[in-house]
């Protein structure tokens, strides 16, 4: 798998950032530099787990707080 092959699995959601961060030898600040190169954006949080209804609604009151700006 190439560094881009594996940049593009990771902004899709396929894989983390840490499997992104392991199959490239890059770490995130090159993964990030890397996504950019290729106009793609980090993907969505999954909001899974024990914590996911929080997580998710910090994320709502944090962007209508930006929209309010």
């Not at 929080?54 to 309010?68: G, M, N, Y």
């Amino acid at each position: 798998m190439t560094v881009d092959d594996a940049l593009w699995e990771y902004a899709a959601g396929r894989s983390s950032s840490k499997e992104a961060m392991d199959r490239t030898g890059l770490d995130y600040s090159w993964v990030l530099d890397g996504l950019g190169r290729l106009n793609l954006r980090i993907p969505p949080p999954a909001f899974d787990g024990a914590d996911g209804q929080a997580l998710r609604e910090s994320a709502e009151r944090f962007t209508a707080f930006l929209k309010a700006q």
